[in-house]
């Protein structure tokens, strides 16, 4: 059995300098907090990541052959989609939701907006079964991809044998999407020293604290739970969030709290992408009946200059981790 070898990660990011942190795998600023995934007992290894990676962009996970993961799950957008509402799935289908964006993943404890699963090694079950999205199996996948001979190579360098095994796919593209990490923006810079805000990034950054920072707690801009989003329930999706997971009454209208990062590229916005601007998100937050937040006209402005002090072109542009050539 071939030994497995630890991806190193060091990265220069709009000069802010990134080196490999404990535990080992991805690397990560000094303000970023612990990951929560482990790392010690599950080390990146390159031939996987490589392995997930070139799964994450090929359609053939789905039953028709149409639709890969980032069909829905664009580099360019950070991993999230901006066509669309909602996410599109084989024969032209509409899913119920809209696709969060991928990034930041090795902090999260549970995933997909009502936090259906606790693990990233089993997240991908989700859409790849759903009829509306990939509408295949697992056994489906190992089938075709056991067919395939550039792909029986690729499971060998990555796993020391030839057998294609539904574990052994899900956990290449749970490693791909642990390297996805997003902390180059300009709001790290000014954490380490190497830059500072505007005055009105800075304004927007306090009132961002006042407001905000409750559920978007920095610097991963979310705190990983459920919160209510405080909209009107789609007659036509009738999404109740985590409840249809839970089925406690106590968890309807919960949705997994997103990260406020790259927002520029992953527009519309919430659960649903019924808003298109962050403005729009933020009247709403204003103006709703639970919790408003009394922010006038031209703090939401402050407040849109400091979120976009969150976004990360070094991360949307990154070809490490684009379409595989």
């Given at each position: ?169 899900l956990k290449a593209l749970a490693q791909f999407q642990l390297t996805l990490v997003s902390a180059g923006a ?87 992408g019924r808003f298109r601007k962050l403005r729009q998100v933020l009247k709403h937050y204003a103006s709703r009946?639970?919790r408003p937040m009394p922010i006038s006209a031209n703090e939401q402005s402050d407040i849109v200059a400091f ?19």
């Amino acid at each position: 059995m071939r030994q497995g070898v630890i991806l190193l990660v060091v990265v220069m990011m709009s000069g802010l300098a990134f080196t490999l942190s404990s535990p080992p795998g991805i690397a990560y600023p000094d303000h970023f907090p612990t990951t929560a995934y482990d790392f010690r007992a599950h080390p990146l290894d390159s031939a996987k990541v490589q392995l997930g990676r070139r799964l994450f962009y090929d359609e053939i996970l789905s039953a028709d052959g149409t639709i890969s993961c980032a069909s829905c799950h664009s580099p360019y957008n950070a991993f999230a989609h901006t066509d669309h509402d909602l996410s599109h799935g084989i024969n032209d289908q509409i899913g119920t939701r809209n696709a969060p964006a991928l990034f930041n993943l090795a902090w999260s404890t549970s995933f997909h907006h009502d936090g259906a699963h606790h693990s990233i090694e089993l997240q991908p079950l989700a859409p790849i079964s759903h009829p509306a999205e990939m509408g295949s199996s697992i056994g489906d996948i190992v089938r075709r991809l056991s067919e395939h001979a550039q792909y029986r190579q690729a499971f060998s360098e990555s796993f020391g044998d030839s057998l294609v095994t539904g574990e052994r796919v899900l956990k290449a593209l749970a490693q791909f999407q642990l390297t996805l990490v997003s902390a180059g923006a300009k709001y790290d810079r000014v954490q380490a020293g190497k830059d500072t805000f505007s005055v009105q990034e800075q304004k927007g950054y306090q009132l961002f604290q006042t407001y905000c920072n409750d559920c978007h707690f920095e610097p991963l801009f979310t705190t990983g739970g459920f919160a209510r989003n405080g909209l009107r329930v789609d007659t036509t999706l009738n999404d109740f969030g985590r409840m249809m997971i839970t089925a406690l009454p106590e968890d309807s209208l919960l949705f997994k709290i997103p990260s406020l990062r790259n927002l520029s590229y992953t527009h519309p916005y919430m659960h649903d992408g019924r808003f298109r601007k962050l403005r729009q998100v933020l009247k709403h937050y204003a103006s709703r009946d639970v919790r408003p937040m009394p922010i006038s006209a031209n703090e939401q402005s402050d407040i849109v200059a400091f979120l976009l002090t969150l976004d990360d072109r070094d991360f949307v542009f990154n070809r490490n981790h684009g379409f595989p050539h």
